[in-house]
């Protein structure tokens, strides 16, 4: 990056831009950022572009024609592409949209008005790395702060970032959680990627697996877990279609 400050992007597609606000979020670390680095794009913070940058935080997923050249051409001129929070990184909730036909979607968001709409400019959700390589994640709906920071700094450092692989029980362990199971509720917290400090437990409900699933998940544990407590793996199968149906998709046609 010659000595100069490394140029950093922004960019979102088809999400709600929550990972971007929980960036804008780092007030007290942001003075430090941009003695760092120079930020070029961030739509959410600036009206300044450019086309000069060296790393590229892509949040949002894949949903429309138009959206496929965009993300080319940013994975062409960035040296390093990092999907942001769970839309970019699997899809996220917007893969919800592939369940449906089309036409039932269009009814659902336009209601009496659908038939205006005769063509939408829209295709099935896909996470961004069906389309180009992505070197690191952060994982999260909304990403965590402090992930959102080790990264940047690991990356600023020359070094890969760290994404833990282990589960949310350990997280949720470490928070002195007791165990929904125990309450007769079911959890995504034993195959789902930690990093958040299990906090949806933490605040009362359960892991919903908005991080996504780790590396080598122990599915066998889950399933046996989930027996010893009365509960079925149908269940667990459907929480799963919440952040998990891109995914779940592409398992299923055996290409991932
Ligand atoms: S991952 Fe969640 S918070 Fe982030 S942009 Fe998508 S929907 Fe919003
Ligand atoms: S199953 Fe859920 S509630 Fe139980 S320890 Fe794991 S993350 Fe926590
Ligand atoms: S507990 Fe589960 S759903 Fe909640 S933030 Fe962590 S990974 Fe996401």
Known sequence: MNGEKPKVAFFSFT????????????EKELP???????????????????DDYDIAFVEGSISRKEEIKKLKKIRKKAKVVVALGACSSTGGLNCLKNRFPMEEVKKIVYGKGASRYPILDTIPVMPIDSIVKVD???????????EFLSVLTSLLLGKSPEIPNH?????????GNICVFEKGMRCLGPITRAGCDAVCVTYGTYCWGCRGPVDNPNTQAHAETL????????????????YGRCRKARTQKGNR
């Open 136 to 146: 690191y994640y952060i994982h999260g709906c909304p990403i965590p702060k402090k």
């Open 167 to 175: 589960p949310v029980c350990v997280d949720c362990k470490l928070a």
């Open 32 to 50: 430090d950022i941009l003695s760092l680095v120079n930020i070029v794009n961030f739509r959410e913070a600036m009206t300044g572009k450019s």
């Open 227 to 242: 027996k010893r407590y009365g509960l079925t793996v149908d269940g667990v199968m459907k929480m799963l279609d919440l």
């Open 15 to 26: 999400c709600c831009e929550g990972c971007q606000l929980a960036v804008l979020s780092c």
